[in-house]
T-cell receptor, first 115, second 113 residues
């Protein structure tokens, strides 16, 4: 089975712009979660999508949003970018919801740099 | 929300030694306790997990122990090898009704040959 894929792998944006990141889960997986990873804050949970609905959300401002399509692929959008949004954005897929002890498989991440 | 602390933040050992990383959590409703390994430049990978109805689980050189009363669980690596060098994260979580997911800040393990 192909693993979780993320596109693009690297992205450079300037402050005030917006960005859309994409995540394709493992075939058959219905849950996609997104995380922000920075040296200072570590891994932080953004949100989880399951069956095209956001199920849980971390403590991030409304500038961070996402969606999931009927084929379980997910996108994450960050509007009005700030310097502090520079990070590695990871997505992870699992067969079922995180609340059901399902193992998560991470993608390689998208490295976002905001100048 | 869940308060998760990991200790130590950095751990240096000689090849062949044992390593222990501890994760302390605050939410007594947590019932699933995974450990992830992230090598430099790579994605996190689940290496072992335990559920609240089990006190210990082993998989070759790695093991996880759980103390629900004290609200902590630990990762044990025996006979460490240079390829064990990585950052290890814990991420305790509960089942239905949880609203977010909290990772520990990570422990950088360095195994010297």
């Amino acid at each position: 089975k192909a693993g979780v894929t993320q596109t693009p792998r690297y992205l450079i944006k300037t402050r005030g712009q917006q960005v859309t990141l994409s995540c394709s889960p493992i075939s058959g997986h219905r849950s996609v979660s997104w995380y922000q990873q920075t040296p200072g804050q570590g891994l932080q949970f953004l949100f989880e999508y399951f069956s095209e609905t956001q199920r849980n959300k971390g403590n991030f401002p409304g500038r961070f949003s996402g969606r999931q399509f009927s084929n379980s692929r997910s996108e994450m959008n960050v509007s009005t970018l700030e310097l502090g949004d520079s990070a590695l954005y990871l997505c992870a897929s699992s067969l079922g919801r995180l609340s059901s002890y399902n193992e998560q498989f991470f993608g390689p991440g998208t490295r976002l740099t905001v100048l | 929300g869940e308060n998760v602390e990991q200790h130590p933040s950095t751990l240096s050992v000689q090849e062949g030694d044992s390593a222990v990383i501890k994760c302390t959590y605050s939410d007594s409703a947590s019932n699933y306790f995974p450990w992830y390994k992230q090598e430099l430049g790579k994605r996190p990978q689940l290496i072992i997990d335990i559920r609240s109805n089990v006190g210990e689980k082993k998989d070759q050189r790695i093991a996880v122990t759980l103390n629900k009363t004290a609200k902590h669980f630990s990762l044990h690596i025996t006979e460490t090898q240079p390829e064990d060098s990585a950052v290890y994260f814990c991420a305790p979580r509960k089942g239905e009704g949880y609203s977010t997911l909290t990772f520990g800040k990570g422990t950088m393990l360095l195994v010297s040959p």
